[in-house]
């Protein structure tokens, strides 16, 4: 199966950006029943006017910094940081002085709330639920399919060598 790639970036974004904004261009990199993905490149004093989505969104500032607004609250926010803009809750983003992309994942559907991952805690699941002290236990042995003869069993799977 061939890889797939999707351009993104510059000299690939429409230079009028999605609707409701100013001073921002943007480039869909997939759309489907599962979500939606975009890049967007804030200019300087760009914005996406408050608005609402039916959809869970994720806001991934990549480049740059802004703001973000979400209900009644505001936060600065640099590359690195994740903003989750929920349901049907009125947010926005914009820059003042500085430039900024970010990538926004919008997913259909219910939130699903997944549990908290704890540090230090993890579980056997072999033989039932039994708690391993922090620092033991390993991984299941690889099996390894008998007709490769000494090669890599990976190597006709296409993995990396």
């Given amino acids: 199966m061939p890889i797939e790639v999707r351009r993104f970036g510059v000299g690939h ?12 261009e943007g480039q869909v990199i997939e759309s489907g029943s599962s979500g939606i993905i975009s890049e967007l490149a804030f200019g300087l004093n760009a914005r996406i006017t408050p608005h609402t989505n039916p959809n869970q969104t994720w806001f991934l500032v990549i480049e740059g910094g802004g703001w973000v607004g979400v209900g ?58 039994r708690p391993v002290a922090r620092g033991q236990g390993s991984l ?6 008998a007709s490769h003869r000494g090669e890599d069993p990976e190597a006709e799977e296409g993995e990396p060598l």
């Fill in 140 to 145: 299941r042995p690889r099996a390894v399919d």
């Fill in 13 to 24: 974004r429409r230079p009028d950006g999605p609707p409701g904004t100013t001073g921002i």
């Fill in 72 to 129: 009644d609250e505001r936060c600065r926010v640099q590359a690195g940081d994740a903003v989750a803009w929920p349901p049907d809750v009125l947010h926005a983003a914009w820059t003042d002085g500085t430039r900024m992309r970010a990538i926004v994942v919008e997913l259909p559907g219910p939130v699903l709330a997944l549990p908290p991952v704890l540090d230090g805690a993890s579980f056997r699941l072999v033989d039932g639920v």
